[in-house]
């Protein structure tokens, strides 16, 4: 599936049309470069989940707990930046998280990829030169 977002105007329809075609994945592993819009992307669709909690990406803290009044569930939003050593994850428990059941949003994936389920499912996020940002998964 791809979806573009032609700017910060139609981020919540994009998020939206995302949320329609996640299928039954729970782990969503968002690879892009550094401002490619990972984690606004993520809150975007958090707030269509109803999530009304401030979202903000957890560089330090590695991982957010959210509720979201939609799923009447909690999501959990990962960021690896910080990551020096795969231990840490362990550490973390990372698969009372991934094997929950529950929503996953992980930023910087690329940094455990080994500890990622099978199903996960990979997100690309690509800026353009236009500025828009075009996403596929």
């Known amino acids: ?6 700017s910060l105007d139609h981020i919540h329809e ?3 049309q995302f949320i329609d075609n996640m299928g039954k994945g729970n782990v969503f592993a968002f690879y892009g470069k ?11 669709i958090c707030e269509c989940l109803q999530v009304d909690d401030v979202i903000t990406s ?3 803290s590695i991982v957010n707990e959210y509720y979201s009044n939609k ?6 939003h990962f960021d690896f930046y910080r990551i020096k050593k795969v231990e840490e994850v362990f550490d973390m428990g990372y ?7 529950r929503l996953c949003f992980l930023e910087w994936p690329e940094l455990i990829e ?3 389920p099978k199903d996960a499912v990979k997100v690309h ?7 828009s940002r075009f996403i596929s998964f």
């Open 1 to 6: 599936m791809d979806i573009k977002i032609e």
């Open 14 to 16: 994009a998020a939206q």
């Open 125 to 131: 996020i690509m800026e353009q030169e236009d500025g």
């Open 34 to 44: 550094m401002g490619a819009g990972k984690t606004t992307f993520i809150k975007a």
């Open 95 to 101: 698969e009372d998280y991934f094997y929950s059941g």
């Open 58 to 60: 957890p560089t330090f």
């Open 114 to 116: 080994g500890l990622l």
């Open 71 to 76: 799923l009447d569930d909690s999501i959990y």
